[in-house]
């Protein structure tokens, strides 16, 4: 622990930070129903960092299985909390396009309509600004409590 060294237990660890790649130490599905809120974390990350996203992130975001247990087992506070720390950095307007990409950003708004569709069809001078303002729109969502579905 104190020998001044980086122990590399996935043997991956240290060229992907060279590469500049988030890729989960686990299966990315494995890592995610365990804790679907890394799946957040992974993209703000990603974003802060300017670092890209391992496929396999994207291919487990899209099973319907980690949307579903995005929405059961992390609260709307804790999400809203992800939400406030992307929203932190300078690239607001990618974290946003990553979780457009993924397929969850509509289920985590909640929004009527095609949120996706809005997104990539308007002509915005700042997709950044656009971003925060989209996100301080949902910020009274927050703290209001949802239905759980089982």
């Not at 299966?27 to 990603?46: G, K, N, S, W």
């Not at 802060?48 to 992130?57: A, G, H, K, L």
Request: glycine share 4%.
């Amino acid at each position: 622990m104190n020998t001044g060294t980086v122990e590399d237990f996935t043997m991956r660890g240290i060229s992907d930070l060279h590469d500049r790649l988030v890729r989960t130490p686990l299966p990315a599905i494995e890592t995610f129903r365990e804790d679907p809120l890394r799946l957040l974390r992974a993209v703000r990350f990603a974003t802060r960092f300017d670092c890209s996203i391992d496929p396999s992130i994207f291919e487990a975001a899209r099973i319907p299985e980690i949307e579903h247990f995005l929405s059961i087992k992390v609260s709307r506070e804790r999400i809203g909390i992800e939400f406030l720390k992307m929203a932190q950095f300078r690239h607001f307007d990618r974290a946003l396009h990553e979780l457009s990409n993924m397929a969850i950003l509509n289920s985590l708004f909640h929004i009527e309509g095609d949120l996706t569709f809005y997104m990539k069809n308007q002509k915005l001078r700042s997709m950044e600004e656009f971003g925060r303002q989209l996100f301080l729109c949902w910020v009274p969502e927050v703290g209001k409590r949802r239905k759980r579905e089982m």
